[in-house]
């Protein structure tokens, strides 16, 4: 058995590959019907785990609509940035955990653990894998992750990502410095992907992919 859970990234991106504008503020790039879809899937996880920088940008508040049961909440922050007064902690809806690393100002970390609960995974930045152990052995064994775009590279460049959903809107963001599903270094050799499945959603489409 693996020793971490099964992950999927879901993002919803341009036609040009974009997640948000040069100015980083959140865009609607999904229709009512994906919003609904990503919904349910955000139902059917144990766990949602978003990085510092979208909760930062977008203050999500990470809870379902549909279901009874709202899936714990994961920030990855390695400086305990978290806002206490961020929606993630705040809005009513499941457990949430604040990742940090060991570089974590005390203060903030004791600040974070009164309103919600710190693991602490890695030296300088949270070591995704020993996190993602960590999440395993408290019973999440269906993890969504919520981007952004450095978060994703962080997991799929250290191989631990199963499958990628992602919207394709039918609009052009464009900008050279606007977050794309990936950023990070990038490969020299190109991760490749398996096609799942392809869907058109009004005039814009739903392609899933499994990882090699
Ligand atoms: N359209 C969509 O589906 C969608 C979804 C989500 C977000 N977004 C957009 O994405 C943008 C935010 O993306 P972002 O890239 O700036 O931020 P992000 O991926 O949300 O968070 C990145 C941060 O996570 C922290 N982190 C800690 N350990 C890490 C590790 N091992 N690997 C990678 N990151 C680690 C790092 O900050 P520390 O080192 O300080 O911890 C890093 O800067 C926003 O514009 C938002 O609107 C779009």
Do not use: C
Not at 182 to 209: A, N, R
Request: proline content about 4%; cysteine-free.
């Amino acid at each position: 058995m693996k020793s971490r859970p099964f992950v999927f990234i879901n993002a919803a991106m341009s036609a040009d590959g974009k997640i948000s504008t040069y100015e980083r503020k959140q865009i609607r790039i999904s229709s009512d019907a994906d919003m609904k879809r990503v919904d349910e899937l955000r139902a059917s996880a144990d766990a949602i785990m978003v990085g510092i920088g979208t909760v930062l940008a977008d203050n999500p508040g990470l809870t379902v609509k549909s279901g009874e049961k709202n899936p714990t909440r994961i920030v990855v922050d390695s400086m305990a940035r978290t806002p206490v007064d961020a929606e993630v902690i705040t809005r009513k809806g499941g457990p949430t955990i604040i990742a940090v690393s060991k570089s974590a100002l005390h203060e903030r970390v004791e600040a974070l653990r009164e309103k919600a609960e710190v693991i602490t995974a890695g030296d300088k930045r949270v070591s995704l894998p020993e996190l993602l152990g960590e999440l395993k052995s408290r019973g999440v064994n269906r993890l969504m992750v919520e981007g952004g775009a450095t978060l994703n590279w962080g997991l799929i460049s250290e191989g631990l990502v199963d499958e990628i959903y992602v919207y394709i809107g039918n609009m052009i963001i464009g900008g050279e410095s606007a977050p794309t599903l990936v950023d990070g270094t990038g490969f020299v050799d190109p991760m490749k992907l398996e096609l799942l499945s392809v869907e058109q959603m009004d005039e814009s489409i739903l392609v899933k992919w499994r990882i090699r």
